[in-house]
């Protein structure tokens, strides 16, 4: 979770893989195949990829005999494997220095042009005491490549028998597919002698599979048949799936690329029927109990079910996120075809439904959890659902425990998740700007872009185990980088106890987190933990469930038998805990519910875990003591239920030698398994109780084909097990014989006995023990001190009641302890330890809180807000609460229990509400108060200013909004190609530009979840002239006074006077304004070419204005509106039109109002003469002291709005300290609009 993780993140190594089991027991529990990259077949083509591991044949492990290592919280019966996704990996040149393997003689040589660690090749311990000048040991020379270690002398160390021994063995080839670099296996096991394999060939180039071949024995393994003609000759197979419940039915899958089809067998695939399929399948997940029923998730995230194993399909759902659908548990869930998943909504929100397979619309469908959840967060494991919601910047996370009603998981308090959303929002800024300080703009602007990037992070929480009732999670903190802290619940899943703090954690091979736990199979509440202290990794052992942790013993001698000098706590014994990705290899540690004293791991032995001198060790007591049995990493694999213990060394070289031990690793004998050496690829282990029969796939060379050895150790034993074989074995913990409560005996096959052991048969008796403090952990809200007593943190009041404590009832009181979930003990100080029942004292309410049910601080005008009352203590039963809105209407309840649902309220008007609430009863009173910011949807900005200044002269901008009263605003102001912008509460500003040209100002207006903006551009010159238009009243029949008929009328007006003056459109700009009667703005401006010159000069303007005028005033600027519509225009403020009458009736009057006429005339004249300035022309020029309006802007100024010179905005940094807060608490999705209402219709060639 942090986002809740499935079975991918954080597994059990906490491998992080679903289903991750050792090959050799991989059929054993329901998923008998798996796929092998071909390590000797040269990669045609590229180098390879890194190596993803190799792929067990889907159907699901149910939970086996397999050492957990927690695939991190997975679904309910079987994870959905993805043919789509796997990764074919590439071969190491066998010409190679020698490597690690990856498992039972798996090379595990890095992909070519890796370089090796120091820039030079690695070498083996042996090689490195010669290059020391160290002899070697006796008997290694003349030894091949797989080597025999070295013979100790007598005592505690391990002992070898060197003389080789011959297994019963055949090998068969796979003739033809010697280009093939990848297999899958089946091997149905449980009486049954069939084994499947599919053979591909992978192109790296193409990225696709180009061949495929399939393969079929049925006498476990010692002849194949090549089955392509029974599936088709040219059908590509891509993937085999095999029913978990009955491993006779098998499912192959088609290429994609060239057709999409299943075929399927009844009959362990002796026969098979094609059906075609009209989607591409990418993972199936198969019902853990009915063996017909099956969802299939396609590549168009589309959910589909089918009840007749594959052969029709419905489809279920759209839109559900991957690996994020589950089966119902049968107990947990009532009906059995129920689907758990998680789905998209129409707006792109993340939902946890669930509906039945063959009947999912939306009448049906149910949404336990309410509201919606984070994506990629749904996970039902078991008893338990787990989700993710974040809220105020801070994941959530939610446990519904066998299907009750979610409560919400608790930490302890200041165990915070390492990302939040406002982290994240700051670290994102400060890389983005390079700011210092991260600006309020940025968290406002771009909090939708880390909702997107945060969805796609590493995740915080893991949910590890969720085995025996409760849940087992790894959390990364605050303060942690590279380590997790480990977290174990009460039963319901909902209050968590640290367990470890800072377990070591790694990248696996997909990027994905691996966590450094081990739980040991077997052995209930048995785990090993890397741990790291003051930057050393050691590794710690827990007998229950991380109650007590305590280093590991080394051994008392080496492999030699030479004395180990190592003291406790100065020095211990180290163990690598990574499990295989891949069933096919071992990994670095094992162990088996089968075998449940035996762990076999790699290691170091000094003052902390190294990559460097590792050695293998077995430990034959459940960890007590260890022994060393070889000096260089080893494959170990369980055969014969522990009984026999097979190893292949570690190398990129051909082996033929395996060593065996039947005495749980305290010697070994050499034995061969083929006559030629052989390049080992994987091995694979018999189905079935007993794990007698082993195949070893490989090849001899380079280019031969893939050979599948059978080994038979049946021929090894005479005869089976009797009782006198066995001996008792009591487990025990540093010789304490009581382990979660409990003393348990197991059968344990004598050491000198060599024969078969058959079923396991379990633990012999189990006797509960007395309980002691050992059997308690610390409860939650508690810590323990170093006197072993849990006290409460610093953080947690013990007297707190609940809130649905009332007297007269009562509840149970914690003793600061709580027994370990899982253990068994009795009596002794279970009474003292065990919370008890007490009862409700009549208490005064305290703690009294008012929040929203989305933790919001925001409210939407005339819709329903549901206000939530908490109260920390009280007796809620008798007390009356008294809620004012704010809004001049208060309500008055009897007690809480009343509003458990919240209380709802609708505010009719915009703007800030106190909210206050009032508890009170007969011991005293409390109140809270809450500010709720009422708002209603902004619809429109937009940005008012004129559309020509004057250089260095202020200029007012104004933002207009619609509608106009929409609540608390922050309005966001950038200039010009400024990087920073200017934030304000106030809508209207004042600024000015000190260089000439087109400067363009965008304005972005926050209103809660909503941010919508409007760009206009703005002209700046030194000087320029402006004249008022007017029209024809006919113009205004056809205004409907909006924004975009204003900007084509604009550019029809320009074009006309374009035409009519012959004058160059640069230095022409008009603007329709707003309003009736129509009139427009013209402005005459001094065009300057790019390279600066030709400037017109003062002169020059005037001359155009005159031929303007002119031009207008004899009526020849007009323009046709539409087809029948002429439009004239006309000067505003001057007239040419000759005012004198010349007919004979002139009166005296008529006179003296030509001679006025005159006199106009003659005072224009002069004044144009001396002051260059016409009548109805304006003149704009820069002026020094000069602080005159500019002209009147399009838009009106609301005389509301104030204005604010740009010297008194704040920066951004000081509108965040200062008081601009505008974060709602609660997570926020941003719904950005963007517009752009240029009112100039020529601003492009200007």
């Not at 149905?188 to 180039?205: A, E």
């Not at 209050?495 to 954690?505: D, G, I, P, Q």
């Not at 009032?918 to 910011?933: M, R, T």
């Not at 009519?1060 to 009736?1076: C, D, E, R």
Request: hydrophobic content about 35%; overall charge neutral.
């Amino acid at each position: 979770m942090g986002k809740v993780a499935g079975r991918s993140p954080a597994g059990r190594r906490v491998a992080l893989l679903a289903g991750t089991w050792l090959v050799q027991l991989l059929c054993t529990f329901g998923t008998s195949g798996a796929e092998i990259t071909c390590r000797g077949c040269l990669a045609p083509g590229k180098p390879p990829r890194p190596q993803r591991g190799l792929f067990f044949v889907p159907g699901g492990p149910g939970r086996g005999e397999e050492a957990r290592r927690f695939p991190a919280a997975g679904g309910e019966g079987t994870s959905p494997a993805a043919p789509s996704q796997e990764t074919p990996t590439g071969q190491p040149d066998r010409s190679a220095s020698p490597a690690r393997s990856a498992g039972p003689g798996l090379p595990r040589a890095p992909p070519r042009g890796a370089a090796p660690r120091g820039g030079r090749l690695s070498r083996s311990p042996a090689e490195r005491r010669r290059a020391r000048g160290v002899p070697a040991e006796r008997g290694q020379q003349g030894r091949e490549a797989a080597g025999a270690p070295p013979e100790p002398p007598q005592g505690k160390a391990t002992r070898f028998r060197l003389e080789e021994l011959k297994l019963s063995s055949s090998t068969c080839a796979l003739t033809g597919d010697s280009a093939h670099n990848q297999a899958m296996v089946h091997w149905s096991g449980h009486n049954s002698s069939v084994i499947l394999i599919l053979t591909k060939l992978y192109d790296y180039n193409l990225g696709s599979i180009t061949e495929s071949s399939l393969w079929r024995s049925t006498d476990y393994g010692t002849t194949y048949e090549k089955l392509n003609e029974k599936v088709g000759l040219k059908t590509i197979l891509s993937y085999l799936y095999v029913c978990p419940t009955n491993k006779r039915k098998i499912m192959l899958l088609t290429d994609p690329e060239i057709e999409s089809s299943l075929l399927i067998s009844s009959d362990e695939g002796a026969t098979y029927q094609k059906y075609r399929l009209n989607f591409y399948i990418q993972s199936l997940l198969f019902h853990p109990k009915q063996e017909d029923w099956i969802l299939a998730y396609s590549l168009d995230q589309k959910l589909y079910s089918s009840i007749e194993f594959g052969r029709r399909w419905q489809l279920l759902q759209e839109g559900v996120a991957p690996n994020r659908f589950y089966w119902s548990v049968m107990g947990s869930s009532k009906e059995p075809d129920l689907v758990h998943l998680e789905a998209k909504t129409v707006d792109g929100h993340a939902q946890y439904i669930t509906c039945r397979m063959q009947n999912c619309t939306e009448a049906t469908r149910s949404k336990p959890f309410p509201g919606y959840i984070d994506p990629d967060s749904l996970i039902v494991q078991d008893d338990y659902v787990f989700v993710q919601l974040t809220s105020g910047g801070r994941p959530h996370y939610y446990v519904s425990y066998r299907r009750s009603a979610f409560a919400q998981m608790k930490l302890p308090k200041y165990s915070l998740p390492k990302n939040s959303h406002l982290q994240l929002a700051e670290t994102i800024c400060d890389e983005i700007f390079g700011l210092s300080r991260v600006p309020t703009t940025c968290l406002v602007l771009h909090l939708s872009v880390f909702s997107e990037i945060y969805g796609k992070l590493e995740k915080d929480m893991h949910v590890i185990s969720t085995d025996e009732n409760q849940v087992f999670a790894a959390v990364q903190e605050w303060n942690q980088n590279d380590t997790y802290n480990l977290y174990i619940s009460d039963t319901r899943g909902v209050y968590f106890t640290l367990a470890l703090e800072n377990v070591k954690s790694s990248r696996g091979l997909e990027g994905n987190v691996m966590i450094d736990l081990y739980e040991v199979a077997g052995i209930k509440g048995m785990f090993l933990a890397n741990k790291k202290i003051d930057n050393q990794v050691k590794t710690f052992i827990t007998y229950n469930k991380g109650r007590d942790w305590r280093l590991l013993q080394a051994p008392d001698t080496d492999l030699r038998g030479n004395p180990v000098r190592c003291l406790l706590p100065y020095c211990s014994l180290h163990l690598h805990l990574k499990v295989s990705e891949n069933p096919y290899t071992s990994g670095n540690i094992a162990s088996r519910d089968t075998a449940p004293s035996i762990i076999v791991a790699s290691g170091n032995i000094g003052t902390e875990l190294s990559d460097n001198d590792i050695s293998m060790f077995v430990s034959s007591d459940a960890g007590n003591t260890w022994r060393q049995i070889f000096e260089e990493e080893h494959s170990v694999l369980y055969l014969d239920q522990g009984g026999v213990l097979v190893a292949m060394k570690h190398t990129s070289l051909p082996i033929r030698h395996l060593w065996l031990s039947f005495d749980e690793g305290r010697s070994w004998s050499k034995y061969s398994f083929t006559s030629t050496p052989l390049f080992v690829d994987g091995v694979l282990g018999e189905p079935g109780e007993e794990t007698l029969i082993m195949t070893v796939f490989g090849h001899f060379s380079h280019r031969s084909e893939w050979q599948l050895v059978k080994v038979d150790y049946k021929s090894i034993f005479d005869r089976r097990c009797a009782e006198e074989d066995y001996r008792p074995w009591q487990l025990h913990s540093q010789g304490e014989a009581c382990i979660m409560g409990a003393k348990r005996i197991y059968r344990k096959r004598k050491s000198e006995k060599k024969c078969m052991q058959g079923k396991y048969a379990g633990a012999m008796a189990s006797e509960p023990c007395v309980c002691t403090e050992a059997d308690f952990d610390c409860d939650y809200g508690y810590e323990r001190h170093t006197n072993g007593q849990c006290l409460p943190a610093f953080w947690y009041n013990p007297s707190s009641l609940s809130k649905d404590c009332s007297f007269g009832q009562s509840y149970l009181n914690s003793t600061g302890y709580r027994k370990v979930v899982s253990n068994n003990c009795t009596d002794g100080v279970r009474e003292q330890y065990t919370a008890k029942p007490q009862r409700c004292p009549g208490k005064a309410p305290r703690g009294l809180r008012i929040i929203t049910s989305d933790g919001k601080l925001t409210a939407e005008q005339g819709h329903n807000v549901t206000l939530m009352v908490q109260l920390e203590e009280g007796d809620v039963q008798r007390m009356i609460i008294q809620v004012d809105f704010g809004d001049g209407i208060a309500v008055s309840y009897a007690n809480l229990s009343s509003m458990e649902d919240g209380i709802k309220h609708v505010y009719q008007n915009v703007g800030i509400f106190r909210v206050t609430v009032q508890v009170e009863n007969s011991l005293g009173l409390d109140s809270a108060v809450l500010y709720l910011h009422v708002t209603c949807p902004l619809e429109h900005v937009h940005l008012s200013l004129p559309f020509v200044t004057t250089k260095n002269k202020e200029v007012n901008a104004t933002a207009v909004l619609w509608p106009s009263h929409v609540g608390t605003l922050t309005y966001i102001w950038w200039f010009g190609n400024n990087t920073e912008p200017l934030v304000t509460l106030e809508g209207s500003i004042t600024f000015t530009f000190s260089v000439e040209g087109m400067n363009t100002i965008t304005v972005q207006v926050s209103a809660g979840n909503t941010i919508l903006q409007d760009t206009k551009t703005i002209a700046v010159y030194e000087r320029f002239q402006s004249l008022r238009l007017s029209f024809s009243p006919n113009l205004d029949e056809y205004n409907p006074d909006i924004p975009e008929w204003r900007r084509d009328v604009s550019r029809v007006i320009k074009r006309a006077l374009v035409e009519a003056t012959s004058i160059s459109s640069k230095h022409v700009l008009v603007a329709v304004l707003p309003g009736l009667p129509t009139s427009a703005e013209l402005f005459i401006l001094p065009y300057q070419e790019a390279t600066g010159e030709n400037k017109r000069p003062a002169e020059d303007l005037d001359q155009i204005s005159e031929v303007l005028i002119h031009k207008l005033n004899q009526n020849l600027v007009q323009f046709e509106l539409k087809p029948g519509v002429r439009v004239l225009v006309h000067a505003a403020h001057l007239s040419a039109v000759p005012l004198v009458d010349l007919t004979p009736s002139h009166s005296g009057s008529a006179m003296l109002m030509l001679l006025s006429v005159v006199f106009v005339g003659l005072a224009v004249f002069v004044i144009y003469k001396f002051k260059r300035k016409i009548p109805g022309i304006n003149v704009y020029a820069q002026m020094q002291n000069e602080k005159d309006q500019e002209m009147v802007s399009p838009v009106s100024q609301r005389e509301s709005m104030p204005n604010v010179p740009q010297s008194e905005l704040m920066s951004p940094e000081q509108l965040v300290d200062e008081k601009l807060d505008t974060r709602p608490i609660g997570s926020i999705s941003i719904a950005a609009e963007t517009q752009s209402t240029k009112e100039i219709p020529t601003y492009v060639n200007v």
